[in-house]
């Protein structure tokens, strides 16, 4: 797992085989279920709510934070991360498209002429989903995003 930092960007799935190849390397896959993933990684974010506990609102880029804290709040937002990507690998997701997918339906939810400026959730806008983006769609396709928008969150 040499050069990792040479590097200047990293895919997801370079994460994944590389989570995977500590995992085997250790023996760890027998413990790698979903719900132990699951639990690990709320520990995790626990870990990085601390970091961010009794602080009040924290401008962007934390200017005013010390290098030490930086680089702590980064090994607990990789922590996080790596935590993900090993889940979503052991359940078999493909964690980039997942992600897309969900984007490209929150356009859907959030349109941007009734969102814009806006923080109220998507229940709370008054939205004709058959007229978004101007076309009329079928019932049955407003029915399938309705239904996809109600089982995620």
């Known amino acids: 797992m040499t050069g990792v930092l040479e590097k200047e960007g990293v895919t997801l799935e370079e994460l ?19 719900r132990n993933l699951l639990l690990a990684l709320v520990g995790e974010v626990g870990e990085l ?28 937002l990789s922590d996080v991360l790596l935590y993900l990507v090993r889940l979503s690998d052991i ?34 806008i008054n939205v004709d989903r058959s007229t978004v983006n101007g076309d009329s769609g079928s019932a049955a396709t407003d029915q399938g ?4 928008i109600k089982s995620t969150s």
């Open 16 to 34: 994944k085989k590389k989570m995977g190849e500590f995992a085997r390397e250790r023996d760890w896959d027998q413990f790698h279920s979903p």
């Open 145 to 148: 995003i309705n239904s996809d």
């Open 91 to 124: 359940c078999g997701i493909d964690l980039g498209k997942a992600a897309l997918r969900k984007l490209e339906m929150n356009v859907i939810k959030y349109p941007v002429k009734h969102c814009r400026g806006s923080s109220k959730k998507h229940t709370q």
């Open 49 to 76: 709510s601390e970091i961010f506990q009794w602080k009040g609102e924290v401008p962007r880029g934390l200017p005013d934070w010390k290098d030490e804290e930086k680089q702590h709040l980064g090994e607990e």
